[in-house]
């Protein structure tokens, strides 16, 4: 028995260790396995068309003010209503998802990229290496988050690429952090020493043997730190160091709405819901994807 589980564990002719399969055959297993994984796709699918057609799908242009109807109420003119300067607040969160998810893609892939290089290398170079590249990543760690990104703001100006360059930077020590672990554990591996001793450059063999080992954790953290990346932005954004106006922005919506919440709760109302249902999504798409990519936590799903 032991030696099976052996024999099933030990890693193929390209280097990535085969573990026995337990992840679900089919997308109707998944489905069926894992109902907020499909929840959670089906609101982040959902997010992303009305995002990509918010042209053709607001009614009014972002910037259209509508004097006579101020804080108008939802219905059939202004679907979700307006705000102080008459300006329809679904074309307004149609457009505000767009700054959302692409602030969110475009740090977080910066972050991914230069994080993770980062952790690979200092996790299989070691030495004064990875010395060097980790006190560099407690350093940025010993910072809060947002008064890091706030800092950064501050220096380069408010805006919306200083944003995506601001949160990029603050979420390059946790892909760091979450790549060197593993790399740690690989570097030790039989088909690695064997790389070496066959005179394999380091590069092909993080290209061919370490990064297919050490994808899933950081591609799982990417889908977490998406959710968190959308309130920094809407968190920037609320403090008027984000997304700048008339740019639509949901942060920015609800700090121009909360100074009329008397008047009219829609226009902070419905920007902060957008904002809960976009985190939702991800977060949900994330646990899921950690319970599919990772055995330990769901073994019921190799009798499927």
Known sequence: MSS???????????????????????LVAIARRSP???TGILVLVGIAVVAVLAPRLAPYPVTEMHAVDRFASPGAAYLLGTDFFGRDLFSRILFGYRTSLLVAALSVAFALVIGSA???VAG?????VDTAVMRTMDILFAFPVLLLAITIVVIFGAGTLTTVLAIGIVYVPIFARIARGPTLVVREQAYVEAARALGQRPLRIIRRHVLPNVSTPIFVQATINLATAILFESALSFLGLGTQPPYPSLGLMVSEGRNYLELSPWPTVFPGLAIVLAVLGFNLVGDALQEILDPRLRPTWSSS
């Open 118 to 120: 980062l952790g690979v």
């Open 124 to 128: 299989f170079s070691g030495g004064t």
């Open 36 to 38: 907020k994984a499909v």
């Open 4 to 26: 099976s589980i052996q024999e099933s564990a030990t890693p193929d002719r390209t280097g990535v260790a085969e573990l026995p399969s337990t992840r679900p055959r089919s």
